[in-house]
Every structure is written in C-alpha cells, then in structure tokens.
C-alpha cells in the first residue's frame, strides 16, 4: 500500500532552534517523489521541497533541508534557525503512479509551534 | 500571474443541496486534483484527471462528481448523496508526467451544511 505515516501530531520549539519533522513511507515503486508543504492557519498549501527517489543528494532550499534515507523509507523536513512564522501545519507527501495515473498521497500532518 | 483560483472562499449548503466547487488554473498543467481536509486532519483525495475528458476517483469519491470538459478547469459537486459534506476543500493542478512536479494549490473553499 501506498502510504505517508507522520507520527508527531505536535511538536513544540524555541525561536531559533532547529526542528525535525519526521515522516515515513511505503511504496513498492522504484520510482517516486517526495514532497513537503506548509500549511498555515489560512489554509493554503505552501511547497517548500522535493526529494526524488534517485537523488543521491538530500535536498536543500535555504533554511528546509530533507534528510533523506532510501533504506529506511524515510524523508525528515529539517528548519534550521525557526523563526515565529514557522509556526503552521506541515504536511509530507508522496507521488505515486497507480494505473498510469500519478496522485499524490499525503500524511496526517504535524503541527509545529515556535515559542518566542 | 499564473496560478489556481478556488470559488467561493466560503460556501453555505442546505441539507439536500446539491452545491458545485469551482477550481480554474491558468498554468497549463494537464493534472488537476480534488482533497477533502477535516480539522486537524491530513489531505484525502477525491477525484482527480490527468487530461481532458478523462477522471479518475480517488479514495472518498462516494457523493461527489467532477467534470473537466477543459484542460483549465475542474469542477466539483457535492451532492446530497454526501453525508457528512462540511469540510475544507482544496484544488491542485501539477505538470502530468516525471517526478520533480510539485502539485499547486488554491486558496481553499470552506463548506459548511446548515
């Protein structure tokens, strides 16, 4: 089955810190995507970075980066330096491939604060 | 600027109502998606079409249709056949086809029954 598993409902952090946002999957393809979001109370579903399954480099996009672990089927958001903005829900995501077709399957999301 | 616009913002149902969800992208992505959001809750996927004419349920299509006669828009219809229909709703459209195609989201519309 194809499947997102974010086991932190919550974390809570201090301005500054760094925070580990854990997710794991479970797919039998060779080939697939992974992404992170960020969701704010608005609603709206911010992109913040993508780790492809034959990226031998974890990805980086300024102060996101992805600690990606192929063996362990797992793909970790690292924030350094978290700012009060940070404060949101944070989804993983998957692309997988299901009868030619590609969807995206999603976790149950974290919700992380930032304490001043 | 390019992007996906999601009608209404917040939306009001009858118990009975049929209600339609309006979703329009002006980025030339083949693939649209259709999720369901409750509070607190993670992002399950309603329907979803890789290209015109063509659609595909996804794992809680149950009282929902969509139609997508253009390659810009995809419409979604709560019927009244969906029991328990108050929710948030999001449309995203991606580029069809390779993995580095991250899914764009709209604004999000607010269902309510009352």
């Known amino acids: 089955a194809q499947k997102i598993t974010q086991t932190q409902p919550g974390m809570f952090v201090q301005e500054k810190e760094a925070v580990t946002l854990d997710c794991t999957y479970d797919t039998s393809d060779q080939s697939y995507g992974l992404f992170w979001y960020k969701q704010p109370s608005s609603g709206e579903m911010i992109f913040l970075i993508y780790q492809g399954s034959y990226d031998e480099q974890n ?38 491939k299901i009868q030619g077709a590609q969807k995206l399957v999603f976790g149950q999301g974290t919700r992380l604060t930032i304490n001043p | 600027d390019g992007g996906i616009t999601q009608s209404p913002k917040y939306l009001f149902r009858k118990e009975g109502q049929n209600v339609t969800l309006s979703c329009e992208q002006n980025l030339n992505h ?36 969509v139609s997508r006669e253009k390659k810009e828009s995809f419409p979604l219809t709560v019927t009244s056949a969906q029991k328990n229909p108050t929710a948030f709703y999001l449309c995203a459209s991606s580029i069809y086809g390779g993995q580095r195609t991250e899914a764009f989201f709209g604004q999000g519309t607010r269902l309510t029954v009352v």
């Open chain 1, 59 to 96: 990805a980086t996009e300024g102060r996101y980066s992805l600690n990606f672990q192929k063996a362990r089927k797992s793909a970790n958001l690292v924030i350094s330096a978290s700012q009060l903005g940070d404060s949101a829900m944070y989804f993983c995501a998957m692309r997988v």
């Open chain 2, 30 to 65: 083949d693939a649209m998606y259709w999720y369901r959001q409750d509070p607190g809750q993670g992002l399950r996927l309603i329907y979803y079409s890789q290209i015109v004419n063509d659609f595909q349920k996804g794992d809680i299509a149950e009282g929902y249709s």
